[in-house]
T-cell receptor, first 114, second 108 residues
Framework: DADVTQTPRNRITKTGKRIMLECSQT?????MYWYRQDPGLGLRLIYY???????NKGEISDGYSVSRQAQAKFSLSLESAIPNQTALYFC?????????????FGPGTRLTVL | GQNIDQPTEMTATEGAIVQINCTYQ??????LFWYQQHAGEAPTFLSY??LDGLEEKGRFSSFLSRSKGYSYLLLKELQMKDSASYLC?????????WGAGTKLIIKP
């Protein structure tokens, strides 16, 4: 079984709709991240969480919100989707107790906003 | 500001060697990562450097010079399956700052 799962894997929606992307992990790691990836650009950090009560904005948090329902679950919401939020979204986890702060990624969610 | 630079695209021949460079300017430095990403898939971890020098892992090696803000990923004995994007990322205060990635095209 995959360590990090994301649902849905693909989603097409319309402008103005509310969308939730979900991320779950089985590794018990504290740190979880949401990124978006656009062609020709690097991964950009949207939000990150160091534990259930610790949520932080990343580089591009405007238009997004998150919820850390449990250590294993970190959800990303688009309250009112707009076309420039069309992108590939990745959830990642990290174990800071390890020798290196390696991040491991979920399979991604491809979101299209029409 | 924080900046990671790497070439947009490179082309190499199957069986050859290719070096992908990465230069960085970041406010903090806790290590440099290289990830591989096939089209439409998630990035997967390749290597980590925190001290100067060369780290070798099979066909892949990664080098770091902290004083120069420079790293490279060296791929030997290239195979067609190595066609992918290679992402350089710097751990700056427990956040990863990502380069845009280098698309590597392998020709037979």
């Amino acid at each position: 079984d995959a360590d990090v799962t994301q649902t849905p894997r693909n989603r097409i929606t319309k402008t103005g709709k509310r969308i939730m992307l979900e991320c779950s992990q089985t590794k018990g790691h504290d740190r979880m991240y949401w990124y978006r990836q656009d062609p020709g650009l690097g991964l950009r950090l949207i939000y990150y969480s160091f534990d259930v009560k610790d949520i932080n904005k990343g580089e591009i948090s405007d238009g997004y919100s998150v919820s850390r329902q449990a250590q294993a679950k970190f959800s990303l919401s688009l309250e009112s989707a707009i076309p420039n939020q069309t992108a590939l979204y990745f959830c990642a986890i990290m174990d800071p107790r390890g020798q290196e702060d390696t991040q491991y990624f979920g399979p991604g969610t491809r979101l299209t906003v029409l | 500001g924080q900046n990671i630079d790497q070439p947009t695209e490179m082309t190499a021949t199957e069986g050859a060697i290719v070096q992908i460079n990465c230069t960085y300017q970041t406010s903090g430095f806790n290590g440099l990562f290289w990830y591989q990403q096939h089209a439409g898939e998630a990035p997967t971890f390749l290597s980590y450097n925190v001290l100067d020098g060369l780290e070798e892992k099979g066909r892949f090696s990664s080098f770091l010079s902290r004083s120069k803000g420079y790293s490279y990923l060296l791929l030997k004995e290239l195979q067609m399956k190595d066609s992918a994007s290679y992402l350089c990322a710097v751990d700056s205060n427990y956040q990863l700052i990502w380069g845009a990635g280098t698309k590597l095209i392998i020709k037979p």
